[in-house]
T-cell receptor, first 116, second 116 residues
Framework: AQTVTQSQPEMSVQEAETVTLSCTYD???????LFWYKQPPSRQMILVIR??????QNATENRFSVNFQKAAKSFSLKISDSQLGDTAMYFCAFMKLTGTASKLTFGTGTRLQVTL | DTGVSQDPRHKITKRGQNVTFRCDPISEHNRLYWYRQTLGQGPEFLTY????????KSRLLSDRFSAERPKGSFSTLEIQRTEQGDSAMYLC??????????????FGPGTRLLVL
């Protein structure tokens, strides 16, 4: 079974600054995906960024980038130039790579508050 | 592409009553997932379908819970004899078969259930 741990329940960052959210996971699988999802207050979950475990290059999506350390089983999210709209719960998630449908295993989330 | 929709968005019921939720996935997505999210936690997997076949059920899905996807399109999740512990957000997600080793689950807005 896989586990995902997010050790920072809450974080705060000032607008335009950079913040890093931590995530570690445990698995015996060698092929998998890792995700960061964002859940704004009272709004639906949306995908922020995805990383395939077989890729060594860290994924980036505009202001969002990850630091993927496969040996350490670490997958942190860096948000640059933080904006008020980044205020949300952020969930790290794991998916085993299979030929059929596969479930997501989520961490407990980090609540990010972006302040003026 | 209208996104994943769920109905109702909110449901208040009395303990012991039956409730049914509906999920309409993104058109042509053949994979559909149900998750449950309690306050302050990450979503937990309940079950998933590939087309009309239910491929996996979590141990969280007691015999009071049943899910169907009769024609491989929309899905329903029924909870019989509701208990206060069933109060949660029920999330639906859909995805299409992965291309280039990429699969992404797209989430609906959820149905928030409160059992009194």
């Amino acid at each position: 079974a896989q586990t995902v741990t997010q050790s920072q329940p809450e974080m705060s960052v000032q607008e335009a600054e950079t913040v890093t959210l931590s995530c570690t996971y445990d698995t015996s699988e060698s092929n998998y995906y890792l995700f960061w999802y964002k859940q704004p207050p009272s709004r639906q979950m949306i995908l922020v960024i995805r990383q395939e475990a077989y890729k060594q290059q860290n994924a980036t999506e505009n202001r969002f980038s990850v630091n993927f350390q496969k040996a350490a089983k670490s997958f942190s999210l860096k948000i640059s130039d933080s904006q008020l709209g980044d205020t949300a719960m952020y969930f790290c998630a794991f998916m085993k790579l299979t030929g059929t449908a596969s479930k997501l295993t989520f961490g407990t989330g980090t609540r990010l508050q972006v302040t003026l | 592409d209208t996104g994943v929709s769920q109905d109702p968005r909110h449901k208040i019921t009395k303990r012991g009553q039956n409730v049914t939720f509906r999920c309409d996935p993104i058109s042509e997505h053949n994979r559909l997932y149900w998750y449950r999210q309690t306050l302050g936690q990450g979503p937990e997997f309940l079950t998933y379908f590939q087309n009309e076949a239910q491929l996996e059920k979590s141990r969280l899905l007691s015999d009071r819970f049943s899910a169907e996807r009769p024609k491989g399109s929309f899905s329903t999740l029924e909870i019989q004899r509701t208990e206060q512990g069933d109060s949660a957000m029920y999330l639906c997600a859909s995805s299409s078969p992965p291309t280039n080793h990429q699969e992404t689950q797209y989430f609906g807005p959820g149905t928030r259930l409160l059992v009194l």
